[in-house]
């Protein structure tokens, strides 16, 4: 789930996903990580104009890229080799 999901039901009364977010969910991390293309970027931006619950998930991931700025390599392979060997041994990964 992402924070974007999260956090719109966290504010909603019936916890679910607004229609208006729905074509956004995956695209908080990819604006803070400067991956969206120019017409989604701009189309996004216009969105969290109106959106205080999209533009709160991309306040909490905005020090992201910072973060992975400082790791090398062997932090990161660390990093994702020890999460995969925790998902093996209690059989919660990926099959």
Not at 29 to 47: C, I, P, Q
Request: with cysteine; net charge negative; charged share 25%.
């Amino acid at each position: 789930m992402t924070r974007v999901v999260e956090l719109h039901r966290a504010d909603s009364a019936r916890g679910q996903l607004p229609n208006e977010c729905s074509d956004y969910v995956m695209w908080d991390a990819a604006y803070v990580l400067d991956s969206l293309s120019e017409d989604d970027r701009r189309e996004f931006e216009a969105h969290l104009g109106g959106c205080t619950v999209c533009r709160k998930a991309v306040v909490e991931l905005s020090d992201m890229p910072a973060l992975l700025a400082v790791l090398n390599r062997g932090e990161v392979a660390a990093i994702v080799g020890g999460s995969r060997s925790a998902e093996s041994r209690t059989g919660t990964g990926p099959t």
